[in-house]
């Protein structure tokens, strides 16, 4: 940048001004001298113009010459290689030139960068050690952090003594408000004032979050140029935002003159890593304050930032402290009160007493419960379904709904500010929290309207030149939500899904309760079934009998049949009543598995059967090595019957009926069969065939239809698997396996 442009209009534009480089400014305020060396060579490689005026060599005498000529060697090689370690230095100080300066010294990549800073003065260890046990002593007894930042002003108004101290606090909108101030009496005050975001740029932000405290000396010096202006070690600008002589942007100093300031001192508040505020001193005049001074002034701005952080965890826990209290209460309610929505919108404390709100509303299963100043339950309903909803995270929060829905307007005295979470997994449940807008009054310092000049067509960026106070009616926004506003919102969603979660546990056990009640009913029946309906039953087939011994001779054929039509029914009653209770006892038995030989249990129900009465063609086939299995054996042998049962039974009426008796081993587990080549049974009747009562072979083949419906309860509570390959007329395999390891 030419010196000309310096005092003329900077040439930033309006839209690049953020990108200002200022940290490569290649210039040094005009009170010290900036030296810059090869960090290997330590030969000099550029310095600030006015090193002839301070330190009485000039430039041709001192570039490209090893930087011994001015500093002892042995100082240089320990500085270097403290550096290197990341050891903090305190800074020497040495006499040239009849002044005492301090070297400060810092590495910017390949480049040393030493900064000659005027001693001023020598200050006396005691007073010094004195201001320190004074910042200590006196920042932060006081309890809110108006005071706290009060405390901090005046203290450093009474070490440093500025015309004006003030502490400047930003918003997140990084405005910034005047939050104290000390000043002489004369002066205009400035506390309370708001000023744009625009008047400390992002950069300038960085840059103070890097360097803490940094003064302007002379605020109408004369910079000194860096010589040459391009790093011989890669010809490209050096980075000198670390020197506590860069010369300050042109467009800051523009700004402090638009203000009349003639020197100015500024360090960074830094809270939990990010700038919080500054600490912001205006002379009237030139002022210097030296090296340890501005040391302590960095020390005061750590305590502060400490009292603050402090302080600020404080409110937090406090503030969590009461609502974790509400919480309590609230879950207290929710046990005993059936009703969630009551529990919690009906009684006191209700849910939006949790966080500081006007109003706020529970949307749960379909319905919305609102308390307290809030919109309409149809705006409500708008702002879950079209917008809430549609929103990623749980939490949502904002102090300016209308910057998001444009119709929210319609509502922001009631709910400017909104902080809502979602219950549970369902994206449908919601509680919301409301803040109206806050009106407020704000008082610039000067209009928040960053001001540009056009020239060529190019818009400008320009320092304002007006500070008078003026004053807006700020609306729109709500007082913002804080941390410990989403944690209470945090902590209440989940107890409230934890309550849910349980009253669903509660409801499962109920109806878990009524199931085993239902299934106890059902065992009574089967009871009753077996014992009242089969007394009757015995007595009609008994009488039918007898009737049928005693009418032999006194009965036509026709009185013989229906004599003998009731014998049949009362048997066929008999063995359905049997295959009900057998099914209901396989569902309510525990199984008890023992190792079972398949061969012996097949060898039993063979003899059972009456094979040369009932299937005499019938060619029977078990393999002789079947291995055995772990499972119950009465519901085993109760499968196998009924699986042999219909083998026989269903081919009976072929050819040559053929029934095979196996295992096979598929995947590496046993599979075993019962096969036969009877009437087969097509795909429709493969879905039908297990259910309760189903038959599809029709009235050819006696039966109940319940034979196989055990067949795969019994299966099913052995874990393992029942299913069949059959084709019409060619014959059907059943095949089952069951887990090893029951
Ligand atoms: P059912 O007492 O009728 O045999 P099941 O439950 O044992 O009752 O069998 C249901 C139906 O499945 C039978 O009615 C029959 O239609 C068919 N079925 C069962 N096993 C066979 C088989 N081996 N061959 C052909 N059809 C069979």
Same mark, same amino acid.
């Given at each position: 940048?030419?010196?000309?442009?310096?005092?003329?209009?900077?040439?930033?534009?309006?839209?690049?001004?953020?990108?200002?480089p200022?940290?490569?400014?290649?210039?040094?305020?005009a009170?010290?001298?900036?030296?810059?060396?090869?960090?290997?060579?330590?030969?000099?490689?550029?310095?600030?113009?006015?090193?002839?005026?301070?330190?009485?060599?000039?430039?041709?005498?001192?570039?490209?010459?090893?930087?011994?000529?001015? !500093?002892?060697?042995?100082?240089m090689k320990?500085?270097?290689?403290?550096l290197?370690?990341?050891?903090t230095?305190?800074?020497?100080?040495?006499?040239?030139?009849?002044?005492?300066?301090?070297?400060?010294?810092?590495?910017?990549?390949e480049?040393?960068? !030493?900064?000659?800073?005027?001693?001023?003065?020598?200050?006396?260890?005691?007073?010094?050690?004195?201001?320190?046990t004074?910042?200590?002593?006196?920042?932060?007894?006081?309890?809110?952090i108006?005071?706290?930042?009060?405390?901090?002003?005046?203290?450093?108004?009474?070490?440093?003594?500025?015309? #004006?101290?003030?502490?400047?606090?930003?918003?997140?909108?990084?405005?910034?408000?005047v939050?104290?101030?000390?000043?002489?009496?004369?002066?205009e005050?400035?506390?309370?004032?708001?000023?744009?975001?625009?008047?400390?740029?992002?950069?300038?932000?960085?840059?103070?979050?890097?360097?803490?405290?940094?003064?302007?000396?002379?605020?109408?010096?004369?910079?000194?140029?860096?010589?040459?202006?391009?790093?011989?070690?890669?010809?490209?600008p050096?980075?000198?935002?670390?020197?506590?002589?860069?010369?300050?942007?042109p467009?800051?100093i523009e700004?402090?003159?638009?203000?009349?300031?003639?020197?100015?001192?500024?360090?960074?508040?830094?809270?939990?890593?990010?700038?919080?505020?500054?600490?912001?001193?205006?002379?009237?005049?030139?002022?210097?304050?030296?090296?340890?001074?501005?040391?302590?002034?960095?020390?005061?701005?750590?305590?502060?930032?400490?009292?603050?952080?402090?302080?600020?965890?404080?409110?937090?826990?406090?503030?969590?402290?009461?609502?974790?209290?509400?919480?309590k209460?609230l879950v !207290?309610?929710?046990?005993?009160i059936?009703?969630?929505?009551?529990?919690i919108?009906?009684?006191?404390?209700?849910?939006?007493?949790?966080?500081?709100?006007?109003?706020?509303?529970?949307?749960?299963?379909?319905?919305?419960?609102?308390?307290?100043?809030?919109?309409?339950?149809?705006?409500?309903?708008?702002?879950?379904?079209?917008?809430?909803?549609?929103?990623?995270?749980?939490?949502f929060?904002?102090?300016?709904?209308?910057?998001?829905i444009?119709?929210?307007?319609?509502?922001?005295?009631?709910?400017?500010?909104?902080?809502?979470?979602?219950?549970?997994?369902?994206?449908?449940?919601?509680?919301l929290?409301?803040?109206?807008?806050?009106?407020?009054?704000?008082?610039?310092?000067?209009k928040?309207?960053?001001?540009?000049?056009?020239?060529?067509?190019?818009e400008?960026?320009?320092?304002?030149?007006?500070?008078?106070?003026?004053?807006?009616?700020?609306?729109?926004?709500?007082?913002?939500?804080?941390?410990?506003?989403?944690?209470?919102?945090?902590?209440?969603e989940?107890?409230?899904?934890?309550?849910?979660?349980?009253?669903? *546990?509660?409801?499962?056990?109920?109806?878990?309760?009524?199931?085993?009640?239902?299934? *106890?009913?059902?065992?009574?029946?089967?009871?009753?079934?077996?014992?009242?309906?089969?007394?009757?039953?015995?007595?009609?087939?008994?009488y039918?009998?007898?009737?049928?011994?005693?009418?032999?001779?006194?009965t036509?054929?026709?009185? #013989?049949?229906?004599?003998?039509?009731?014998?049949?029914?009362?048997?066929?009653?008999?063995?359905?009543i049997?295959?009900i209770?057998?099914?209901?006892k396989?569902?309510?038995?525990?199984?008890?598995?023992?190792?079972?030989?398949?061969?012996?249990?097949?060898?039993?129900? !063979?003899?059972?059967?009456?094979?040369?009465?009932?299937?005499? *063609?019938?060619?029977?086939?078990?393999?002789?090595?079947?291995? #055995?299995?772990?499972?119950?054996?009465?519901?085993?042998?109760?499968?196998?019957?009924?699986?042999?049962?219909n083998?026989?039974?269903?081919?009976?009426?072929?050819?040559?009926?053929?029934?095979?008796?196996?295992?096979?081993?598929?995947d590496?587990?046993?599979?075993y069969?019962?096969?036969?080549?009877?009437i087969?049974?097509?795909?429709?009747?493969?879905?039908?065939?297990?259910?309760v009562?189903?038959?599809?072979?029709?009235?050819d083949?006696?039966?109940?239809?319940?034979?196989?419906?055990?067949?795969?309860?019994?299966?099913?509570?052995?874990?393992?698997?029942?299913?069949?390959?059959?084709?019409?007329?060619?014959?059907?395999?059943?095949?089952?396996?069951?887990?090893?390891d029951?």
């Amino acid at each position: 940048m030419s010196e000309d442009s310096l005092n003329s209009l900077q040439k930033t534009t309006i839209t690049n001004c953020e990108q200002e480089p200022i940290h490569i400014i290649g210039k040094a305020q005009a009170h010290g001298v900036i030296i810059i060396c090869d960090v290997t060579t330590l030969d000099i490689l550029q310095c600030s113009e006015n090193v002839e005026e301070i330190l009485g060599f000039s430039l041709e005498e001192i570039l490209k010459k090893n930087i011994d000529m001015i !500093l002892p060697e042995d100082l240089m090689k320990t500085l270097v290689r403290k550096l290197k370690d990341n050891i903090t230095l305190l800074p020497k100080t040495i006499r040239l030139n009849n002044k005492e300066f301090f070297i400060i010294p810092h590495l910017s990549g390949e480049s040393l960068i !030493l900064d000659f800073d005027p001693h001023g003065g020598s200050l006396d260890p005691l007073v010094y050690q004195e201001q320190l046990t004074k910042i200590l002593n006196e920042i932060g007894d006081k309890q809110t952090i108006p005071e706290i930042s009060q405390n901090a002003v005046e203290l450093v108004k009474y070490l440093f003594d500025y015309d #004006r101290v003030m502490m400047y606090q930003f918003d997140e909108e990084w405005n910034g408000k005047v939050v104290a101030e000390v000043k002489e009496s004369h002066l205009e005050s400035w506390l309370g004032l708001h000023y744009p975001a625009s008047d400390i740029p992002k950069q300038a932000r960085q840059i103070f979050l890097k360097q803490g405290v940094r003064i302007i000396a002379d605020v109408n010096y004369k910079p000194a140029a860096i010589f040459p202006e391009l790093s011989p070690i890669n010809g490209k600008p050096i980075d000198i935002s670390k020197s506590e002589l860069r010369a300050v942007s042109p467009i800051h100093i523009e700004y402090l003159q638009n203000m009349g300031v003639g020197a100015s001192l500024t360090a960074a508040i830094v809270l939990n890593g990010e700038l919080w505020g500054l600490l912001a001193c205006h002379h009237y005049s030139p002022k210097f304050i030296n090296y340890n001074q501005r040391q302590s002034c960095k020390f005061l701005t750590q305590v502060f930032s400490n009292k603050l952080a402090l302080r600020t965890s404080n409110v937090f826990i406090e503030k969590m402290a009461y609502s974790e209290d509400i919480r309590k209460k609230l879950v !207290l309610q929710m046990s005993s009160i059936k009703h969630l929505n009551d529990a919690i919108c009906k009684f006191e404390p209700n849910f939006t007493n949790i966080v500081e709100c006007s109003g706020g509303a529970l949307v749960l299963d379909g319905t919305i419960c609102m308390v307290g100043k809030t919109p309409t339950e149809e705006q409500i309903k708008f702002l879950v379904s079209e917008f809430l909803t549609k929103q990623e995270e749980s939490l949502f929060f904002t102090k300016n709904l209308m910057k998001k829905i444009p119709s929210a307007t319609s509502f922001k005295d009631k709910a400017s500010g909104v902080l809502s979470i979602r219950i549970g997994e369902n994206k449908n449940d919601y509680l919301l929290w409301f803040r109206p807008q806050a009106i407020e009054s704000v008082s610039w310092g000067g209009k928040p309207v960053k001001s540009g000049v056009v020239k060529d067509g190019v818009e400008y960026l320009s320092p304002r030149r007006s500070f008078e106070k003026w004053t807006e009616k700020k609306s729109g926004a709500a007082i913002p939500w804080e941390e410990y506003d989403f944690e209470a919102a945090y902590n209440l969603e989940e107890s409230i899904t934890n309550i849910i979660v349980r009253n669903q *546990k509660d409801h499962i056990k109920a109806l878990n309760d009524q199931l085993l009640e239902a299934n *106890k009913e059902l065992e009574t029946f089967s009871y009753s079934v077996s014992h009242d309906l089969r007394a009757p039953l015995r007595g009609i087939d008994g009488y039918a009998r007898i009737l049928r011994d005693y009418c032999k001779n006194k009965t036509d054929d026709y009185g #013989r049949n229906a004599i003998n039509t009731i014998i049949n029914s009362a048997e066929l009653m008999d063995t359905l009543i049997e295959d009900i209770i057998s099914y209901s006892k396989v569902g309510q038995t525990r199984i008890q598995p023992v190792s079972l030989s398949i061969n012996t249990i097949l060898d039993q129900i !063979l003899t059972t059967h009456n094979l040369s009465g009932e299937y005499p *063609k019938t060619e029977i086939i078990v393999q002789e090595d079947i291995p #055995r299995i772990v499972a119950d054996r009465r519901m085993f042998s109760q499968l196998l019957a009924n699986l042999v049962g219909n083998a026989l039974k269903y081919s009976a009426k072929t050819a040559h009926p053929t029934v095979e008796l196996g295992f096979d081993v598929k995947d590496g587990r046993t599979v075993y069969f019962v096969k036969d080549n009877g009437i087969g049974i097509d795909a429709a009747g493969k879905e039908k065939i297990f259910e309760v009562f189903s038959r599809v072979a029709g009235d050819d083949f006696a039966g109940s239809g319940v034979g196989l419906a055990i067949a795969k309860k019994i299966i099913e509570k052995h874990n393992g698997a029942l299913w069949l390959d059959s084709k019409l007329n060619e014959g059907s395999t059943f095949y089952f396996s069951i887990p090893e390891d029951l």
